[in-house]
């Protein structure tokens, strides 16, 4: 099992940028990809972006594409969010998680369901 700790968030204006990180401990060894996913209130949470661990292959929701970019450090277990020109409607609370089950091309990881392993969240708000 994988356990993981998401920090990074706060409250920030639009246009400004923020980098979550998510350090991942336990069973890393066994990770395939790993994701972020955001909840706004009200609102079904909702996939942001996801990297391969072995050969770092990434992918984005539209809606992120151009301003965010997610990275990892294998070293340190370590996966990264770097968020550019926010705007209001990315406050959300960001999720980082992971999918140890099954490898990157047998799974869509735009959804919640391919990942086993999920942190607690950290909130970002961004004001207009």
């Known amino acids: 099992q994988v356990q993981l700790v998401e920090s990074g968030g706060g409250l920030v204006q639009a246009g400004d940028s923020l980098r979550l990180s998510c350090a991942a401990s336990g069973r890393t060894f066994s990770t395939y990809a790993m994701g972020w996913f955001r909840q706004a209130p009200g609102k079904e949470r909702e996939f942001v972006s996801a990297?391969?661990?072995?050969?770092?292959?990434?992918g984005y929701a539209d809606y992120v594409q151009g301003r965010f970019t997610i990275s990892k450090d294998n070293a340190k277990n370590t996966v990264y969010l770097q968020m550019n020109n926010l705007k209001p409607e990315d406050t959300a609370v960001y999720y980082c998680?992971?999918?140890?089950?099954?490898?990157?091309?047998?799974?869509?990881?735009?959804?919640?369901?391919?990942?086993?392993?999920w942190g607690q969240g950290t909130q970002v708000t961004v004001s207009s």
């Open positions: 998680a992971t999918d140890t089950r099954s490898p990157v091309w047998a799974i869509d990881w735009s959804t919640e369901g391919a990942y086993d392993g």
């Open positions: 990297i391969s661990w072995s050969n770092g292959n990434t």
